[in-house]
């Protein structure tokens, strides 16, 4: 397990609350390992706080798929690439994996900051409408998903992973929440709050884009659950989420 998927180390995006960690642990016992849970939804709708607290609860890795298109988008920024060049984003895209840890270019680590600027985040959502790329990369989440389950299992968080990445896993979760509410996470994560207007926008934007995109468009999968997580503290919605993933247990064998 990564110190990243330790129980505890609770991200600001959503109201914290308690006892989460410490009660679950008896309703959750090893036999939960094997399982793949799905986690998708618009930004800031909670996910990776989500995955990160629910995968340490099961005692399984969090696999971040965005973090392989960032690394694209990073790699194209980089090589200054037109972001519509279809054969160049496969070709950069080719040079990209994935595990459980994070992203690498040309078996290089990115560190996790330069994925995350305001610049990358814009390119990873414009260049993720490619459909070359997104093949590329296709096999690269499968891979990476599948060492994970072997490895005891995974919360794979995205925004195709139910519908496309691993239509068969055995939990498929996706979280909304309201634009504002969202925004205002978003800044406060970021320590950005005096931006609100322009994370809000950049939010919209990239909503637009990741729902509109012809190529596995963000939508929820025929059977995911749908937790809109506006009104809901982090905790509630983690809490939500295991007892989902207990549920698993009387209808799969884990
Ligand atoms: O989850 P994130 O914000 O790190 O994702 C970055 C971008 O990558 C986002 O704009 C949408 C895209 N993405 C995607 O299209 N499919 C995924 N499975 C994960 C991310």
Redesign the pocket.
């Known amino acids: 397990m990564t110190p990243s998927n330790r129980c505890g180390r609770t991200a600001v995006a959503l109201r914290p609350g308690r006892g989460v960690c410490r009660g679950l642990s008896a309703i959750l016992p090893g036999s939960m390992k094997g399982i793949l849970v799905t986690i998708?939804g618009p930004?800031g709708g909670g996910?990776?706080s989500v995955a990160r607290q629910v995968a340490g609860r099961l005692g399984v890795v969090n696999l971040?798929?965005?973090?392989?298109?960032?690394a694209a988008?990073l790699l194209a920024l980089r090589e200054e690439t037109d972001l519509s060049d279809a054969p160049k984003l496969a070709a950069l895209a080719s040079r990209v994996s994935l595990d459980p840890d994070g992203a690498s270019i040309d078996g290089e680590r990115v560190p996790e900051p330069d994925?995350r600027t305001p610049e990358v985040?814009a390119a990873?959502?414009r260049v993720?409408v490619d459909a070359g790329l997104?093949e590329v990369?296709l096999p690269v989440?499968r891979a990476a998903a599948e060492e994970a389950r072997e490895r005891g299992g995974a919360v794979v968080?995205?925004?195709?992973?139910g519908t496309v990445?691993l239509p068969d896993a055995e939990l498929k979760v996706f979280l909304s929440a309201d634009p504002e509410e969202r925004a205002r996470r978003r800044a406060r994560q970021t320590g950005r709050e005096a931006e609100l207007d322009r994370i809000r926008e950049a939010i919209q934007r990239?909503d637009r884009?990741?729902s509109e995109?012809e190529v596995?468009p963000?939508r929820p999968a025929e059977d995911a659950v749908v937790l809109d997580t506006t009104a809901l503290s982090l905790d509630e919605v983690v809490s939500r989420v295991l007892d989902l993933a207990a549920g698993q247990r009387g209808v799969r064998k884990l």
Do not use: C
């Open positions: 998708d930004a996910k990776s971040n798929t965005g973090a392989a298109y960032r988008a994925l985040s990873a959502s993720s997104r990369l989440q968080e995205g925004r195709d992973i990445v990239r884009q990741d995109r596995s963000l």
